[in-house]
């Protein structure tokens, strides 16, 4: 490969300006001056950035922790008064999706509605079917799950919703498909993480692979179903819940693991959201298994997550609100971007008005 240069003759032929030398002295002088205040700013920014940073994140907390109604709706009053002036930055906007999340898997985002059906009652079905499908030797017995102690609840759920360890709603769970295509069965389209974007499935640039009836029959994901990232060396994205929410003609690779509730105990969209949350994510990532640079989870892990259950009915109404915030969300984030984008343009032709 050859690489442009500047020969020796072609250096001896540039035209250059030549300046006196004290003007070039007050040259050097004033770009000094002009670097040290550019340093200077670029420092006041930056800390002006870390403190906004930090007040959004001090307003956005005691939304989180506000203890009765009187006390949330004060904070929120203190915010809203003040959104124009916090809602700024990417960073900001972030933030706020977070908290949006983290109130939702409280039960603060949605009115409670007394009429649903209390999770509590839907404990009581899951464990009459668990026995019924153990009696019949569908499912094996498995052993009784810790009792979640009050030191465990990070904080108190509505009266209808239940604290549980994941694995009290019997998932079940099937480790991704290894092979890389066999010599006779059907093509079908193999997930890879390569195909996970924005924590959904794209379809726009699949691998399909030959795979044999009984591993199609393994592997096969239904609508409802969720993939859990099983391995990668970013700790951001291991141990993350992608829903599937339509029906699709797809397997999946060994990167995953398939999560399925069969007794419909949680909805795919709830429980992506609650994988999402700081909640799950804090406590998942204290799990991570750490081997050459590479993070990995288990199902053991997974079952093991304590994790808030609210009623049916109450999770599609957390899955529609939230959904709404979080396109506006982005609508902002849009809108900010596109004014960054129109400060950063007037500005450059401004400097070219300037140097003409």
Known sequence: MSLPRLGTEKAQLALIPILSEPEQHRIVAKVDELMQLCDRLEQKQSGSQETHRQLVSCLLTTLTEATDAQVFQAA?????ANFDCLFTTQNS???LKQTILQLAVMGKLVPQNPNDEPASELLNKIATEKARLIVEGKIKKQNLSPKINE???PFTLPKSWEWIRLGNVAPEFQNGISSRGDSKGEEITVIRLADIKEYRVSLSNTRE?????KSISNYKLDKDDNLIIR???????????IAIEEPINAIYCDHFIRMRFPMNSFTSSFIKLLGSSKLVRDNIQKLFIT???QKTINQGHVNSLIIPLPPLAEQHRIVAKVDELITLCEQLKTKLATAQTLQQQLAETLVQQAVA
């Open 93 to 95: 906007i972030e933030q």
């Open 209 to 213: 692979l030959v795979i044999n009836e």
């Open 291 to 293: 081997t050459a640079g």
């Open 231 to 241: 391995v990668n060396g970013s700790s951001d994205i291991v141990g993350r819940f």
């Open 151 to 153: 030191q465990e609840k």
């Open 76 to 80: 929120w009053s203190r915010i809203a």
